[in-house]
């Protein structure tokens, strides 16, 4: 959950998605500019921090960057638990790991915190020649469950920066003070609020 002060503000952020879709390289290229073309699969997840300014806010991402492997699915709640937002990652040459994306989504909508950002990734947007989801499909099904989608690239950097900077955009820069438990606040007349004692 993000949460703030100052204009600080901490948010958790999740990659969820398929083997291979590319989660860890959207997360390298956002974090340290960088990409490598045969990385191997995540084992469990990864954590890493990134600092982005956006108006007149820091906003301070803890990503989590799960596994694919269908064997570390158990461990998926632990890391969206709480998250402000999920960046969902579909490979765009890969119909599976699209069908695997919204699998993802439905489990969120049902499970995950429900003010959650949700964003699509449509990666590896730069082997175009070997599409295999169309984009307005990927558009259509994105605006019908209400998810921030882009096409993006790790390995050219295409709209990878935008991705993030977007879903910092998106957090709410002021949070509500959390109430006590059973706590319930009343609107009464200011006179009587400050003479009042208190917890009768
Ligand atoms: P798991 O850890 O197995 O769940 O996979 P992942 O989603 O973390 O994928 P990863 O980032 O490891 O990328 C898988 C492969 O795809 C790697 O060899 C990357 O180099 C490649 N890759 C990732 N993003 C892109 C991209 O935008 N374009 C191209 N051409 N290749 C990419
Ligand atoms: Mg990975």
Same mark, same amino acid.
């Given at each position: ?10 948010? !958790?952020? %999740? ?8 989660? #860890? ?5 956002? %974090?340290?500019?960088? #990409?490598?073309? =045969? ?8 954590? #890493? ?9 820091? %906003? ?10 269908? @064997? *570390?699915?158990?461990?998926? &709640?632990? *890391? +969206? @638990? ?7 990652? +579909? ?6 790991? =699209?069908?695997?994306?919204? !699998?993802? %989504? ?17 990666? !590896? ?13 990927? @558009?259509? +099904? ?5 998810? =921030?989608?882009?096409?993006? /690239? ?10 993030? *900077? ?11 003070? &959390? ?9 009464? &007349?200011?006179? @009587?609020?400050? /003479?009042? /004692?208190?917890? /009768?």
């Amino acid at each position: 959950m993000a949460s703030s002060g100052n204009n600080n503000i901490n948010a !958790k952020l %999740v990659l969820l998605g398929d083997v291979g879709a590319g989660k #860890f390289s959207l997360v390298l290229r956002f %974090v340290k500019g960088q #990409f490598i073309e =045969f990385q191997e699969s995540t084992i469990g997840a990864a954590f #890493f921090l990134q600092t982005v300014a956006v108006n007149d806010a820091i %906003v301070k991402f803890e990503i989590w960057d799960t596994a694919g492997q269908e @064997r *570390y699915h158990i461990l998926a &709640p632990m *890391y +969206y @638990r709480g998250a402000a937002a999920a960046i969902i990652v +579909y490979d765009i040459t890969d119909q599976t790991s =699209f069908d695997r994306a919204k !699998k993802w %989504v439905q489990e969120l909508q049902a499970q995950g915190n429900p003010n959650m950002i949700m964003a699509l990734a449509r990666n !590896k947007s730069d082997m175009l020649d070997a599409r295999k989801v169309a984009a307005e499909q990927a @558009r259509t +099904y994105a605006k019908e469950n209400n998810l =921030f989608s882009m096409e993006t /690239s790790a390995k050219t950097a295409n709209n990878v920066n935008d991705l993030f *900077y977007e879903i910092a955009n998106s957090i709410p820069l002021l949070q509500p003070a &959390p109430n006590p438990t059973g706590m319930v606040l009343v609107d009464r &007349p200011a006179d @009587r609020a400050t /003479s009042a /004692s208190c917890c /009768s």
